[in-house]
């Protein structure tokens, strides 16, 4: 082993649901499944390792001081948030709390992806540099449906905190992210070194299982070859990959606990 790869750390990860939905199979599965729908669950993830904990993404739900509710009355009805799923309550499960969140890594910029980022204060705040100026400037109502109130409140009151990231970029040791684009503009996966191998989380170029397996893009996308592009090089990349939607995470793994 040399010594830079001693030196990184190996990380921790854990799924945290915060959500369900219910949508038509094609939203998930480019033009299949018509007639159907697909039951999902909405995640964000706590990584912890070298001193550090970090989420990707950040959950949904809850009641504090300075929420931002304009997208929350819009989103939430369709994304139901349960009891305990809450970002708050998912965190003191695992006895943090905000401010010991120091690096969030988003995603993308979708609601049900960043709705809470707000409550962190203390941590930087990671965005793909040109899906963030794409996201500031829309171009069509269709692909860009970001929260306004949000992106304002990032734009202004967390603008220090932004770290804008290239397409490639170690955000930390053994932590990198990916711009995979097709779903957003703003579209990155994350890839953490753990003692299981490089696990990525997809984002949602992925949503499902079944689009990694089959190469198979979503329905929701703003390109679909950067989509089955960003498939194959994902899976080239990972020795595990978890996609950003599917229930089945948490049939693999009934505790959470990836790696």
Same mark, same amino acid.
């Given at each position: 082993?040399?010594?830079?790869?001693?030196?990184?750390?190996?990380?921790?990860?854990?799924?945290?649901?915060?959500?369900?939905?219910?949508?038509?199979?094609?939203?998930?599965?480019?033009?299949?499944?018509?007639?159907?729908?697909?039951?999902?669950?909405?995640?964000?993830? =706590?990584?912890?390792?070298?001193?550090?904990?970090?989420?990707?993404?950040?959950?949904?739900?809850? +009641?504090?001081?300075?929420?931002?509710?304009?997208?929350?009355?819009?989103?939430?009805?369709?994304?139901?948030?349960?009891?305990?799923?809450?970002?708050?309550?998912?965190?003191?499960?695992?006895?943090?709390?905000?401010?010991?969140?120091?690096?969030?890594?988003?995603?993308?910029?979708?609601? +049900?992806?960043?709705?809470?980022?707000?409550?962190?204060?203390? /941590?930087?705040?990671?965005?793909?540099?040109?899906?963030?100026?794409?996201?500031?400037?829309?171009?069509?109502?269709?692909?860009?449906?970001?929260?306004?109130?949000? =992106?304002?409140?990032?734009?202004?009151?967390?603008?220090?905190?932004?770290?804008?990231?290239?397409?490639?970029?170690?955000?930390?040791?053994?932590?990198?992210?990916?711009?995979?684009?097709?779903?957003?503009?703003?579209?990155?996966?994350?890839?953490?070194?753990?003692?299981?191998? /490089?696990?990525?989380?997809?984002?949602?170029? /992925?949503?499902?299982?079944?689009?990694?397996?089959?190469?198979?893009?979503?329905?929701?996308?703003?390109? =679909?070859?950067?989509?089955?592009?960003?498939?194959?090089?994902?899976?080239?990349?990972?020795?595990?990959?978890?996609?950003?939607? +599917?229930?089945?995470?948490?049939?693999?793994?009934?505790?959470?606990?990836?790696?």
């Amino acid at each position: 082993m040399n010594n830079d790869a001693a030196k990184t750390p190996e990380y921790r990860v854990r799924c945290l649901r915060t959500a369900t939905h219910t949508a038509p199979e094609p939203v998930f599965l480019y033009m299949k499944g018509f007639g159907r729908t697909v039951d999902v669950n909405c995640y964000f993830w =706590l990584v912890q390792g070298g001193g550090r904990n970090a989420l990707v993404d950040t959950g949904m739900g809850g +009641d504090y001081p300075g929420r931002l509710t304009e997208s929350a009355r819009k989103s939430e009805a369709g994304f139901p948030v349960g009891d305990g799923e809450d970002t708050l309550s998912q965190l003191r499960k695992h006895g943090l709390r905000p401010g010991d969140i120091d690096l969030v890594i988003l995603t993308h910029l979708h609601y +049900d992806h960043i709705a809470n980022v707000q409550l962190f204060e203390n /941590a930087d705040i990671v965005v793909n540099r040109k899906g963030w100026e794409a996201a500031l400037s829309p171009t069509h109502p269709v692909f860009d449906v970001f929260p306004k109130d949000v =992106l304002a409140h990032m734009a202004t009151r967390m603008k220090a905190q932004l770290r804008l990231a290239a397409d490639e970029e170690t955000i930390a040791p053994g932590i990198d992210v990916l711009w995979t684009g097709g779903h957003t503009r703003c579209s990155q996966a994350v890839k953490i070194r753990t003692a299981k191998g /490089a696990v990525v989380l997809t984002g949602d170029v /992925a949503y499902l299982y079944d689009n990694l397996e089959t190469e198979h893009p979503v329905g929701l996308g703003v390109s =679909l070859y950067e989509s089955v592009e960003a498939l194959r090089r994902l899976k080239r990349e990972g020795d595990v990959l978890l996609p950003g939607h +599917d229930k089945r995470i948490l049939d693999r793994y009934p505790d959470g606990i990836i790696a």
